[in-house]
């Protein structure tokens, strides 16, 4: 690894050094970077080539379009089949494999699919279109359900009466409640995630904490994810518990509190199905009642179901709960490449495999 592609390379030598003597009183420790964005800039800055050999980086299920079900892209499929429906979603779901299927083949059969960059853009279709049903894919973390949140508001405030949005947010804290709970996996602490945690602040993730798991907030920079590690190895070899907010830049301890209002105006929390790990309990959002005229689902009576199974041959799911490296998949660059993905974490630009494929990791 050449260090002068660091920000800071003199800084970030002092901490790898730091890295490798606290290495040194641990045995093994299994690290879980829960960010998707924390895997590509892991990889593509090769920082598990320079960690010693104890020290273990595990991908866990930070890609929000990686865990949102097959059934809901089944569905969105579904009603983009109807001539009279106009869909609206974010670039990372078009290519992203259903049961059988994607919204990049219905597009290409001829349904009206558009790709946006922020929920408002649909208010905006829907008045350009007012002979058409709009439907938003409103799906994402913490960290784009504020804007989903402000946009059914606005749609409400206006009396847009053509513009529904299919929502699949989910939680990330329950979400790793739900692992640390896997007698399968092993897991020393967690490196978590920024952007969401710039919107929720510390405490949602006391109970991880509580539960005996180190935890350290950080942010994306070469210098942020190598503190990070560090703190994380540093709570290990003293077996303490706590959590660490690394990215206090941007991460305040109460979160974005406006942001939040808005989510729990519009949302309540509900149980979620998470994409080769199942349903976790209190792990998703749903639209509340009174703004339940702009709910997709009710509208027009689709269902997020559990999935059965991952597709044939690919091992998504495993890779998901961070029980397996995406290498170590038996389809992972042979039968499954971002060309031609089995499963959605070859796909998404947050995806491990996607990360692992491009860099090697």
Not at 36 to 50: A, D, Y
Not at 229 to 241: P, Q, R
Not at 277 to 301: C, M
Request: aromatic share 6%.
């Amino acid at each position: 690894m050449n260090l002068l592609n660091f920000s800071d390379s003199n800084t970030a030598s002092q901490i790898i050094n730091k890295i490798n003597i606290i290495a040194k009183k641990i045995e093994t420790a299994h690290i879980m970077e829960v960010c998707g964005t924390h895997t590509m800039e892991i990889g593509r800055l090769g920082i598990r080539s320079i960690l010693p050999s104890n020290i273990d980086l595990i991908s866990g299920p930070g890609c929000p379009v990686c865990v949102t079900s097959a059934s809901y892209i089944d569905s969105a499929i579904e009603l983009s089949e109807n001539k009279n429906h106009i869909i609206v979603t974010f670039g990372d779901m078009i290519r992203v494999p259903g049961t059988n299927n994607s919204l990049d083949n219905a597009r290409a059969k001829g349904a009206d699919i558009r790709v946006v960059v922020s929920p408002l853009n649909a208010i905006s279709i829907a008045k350009e279109n007012p002979d058409k049903e709009i439907i938003f894919l409103a799906v994402g973390f913490e960290t784009t359900a504020p804007a989903t949140a402000r946009a059914i508001q606005l749609a409400k405030n206006d009396k847009i009466k053509n513009l529904s949005f299919f929502v699949s947010h989910k939680l990330v804290p329950p979400a790793l409640l739900a692992l640390i709970n896997d007698p399968m996996l092993k897991i020393s602490a967690f490196l978590l995630p920024g952007h969401v945690s710039a919107i929720i602040g510390e405490s949602p993730y006391i109970k991880v904490v509580k539960s005996g798991y180190p935890c350290v907030i950080t942010g994306f920079e070469p210098i942020d994810i190598l503190s990070g590690i560090m703190l994380t190895c540093e709570m290990i070899a003293n077996k303490k518990f706590a959590l660490i907010n690394g990215y206090s830049r941007i991460v305040k301890p109460n979160g974005n509190q406006i942001a939040l209002k808005t989510v729990y105006d519009v949302f309540d929390i509900c149980d979620s199905v998470w994409r080769g790990i199942g349903i976790i309990p209190q792990s998703g959002l749903k639209i509340k009642k009174q703004y339940e005229e702009l709910d997709a689902a009710k509208r027009f009576s689709v269902l997020e179901k559990l999935d059965q199974k991952m597709p044939e041959k690919c091992l998504c799911g495993e890779v998901l709960k961070g029980r397996i490296k995406p290498n170590k998949c038996p389809s992972f660059s042979k039968s499954c490449t971002p060309q031609h993905p089995l499963g959605p974490c070859m796909v998404s630009s947050e995806g491990s495999c996607a990360a692992y494929f491009k860099y090697g990791c």
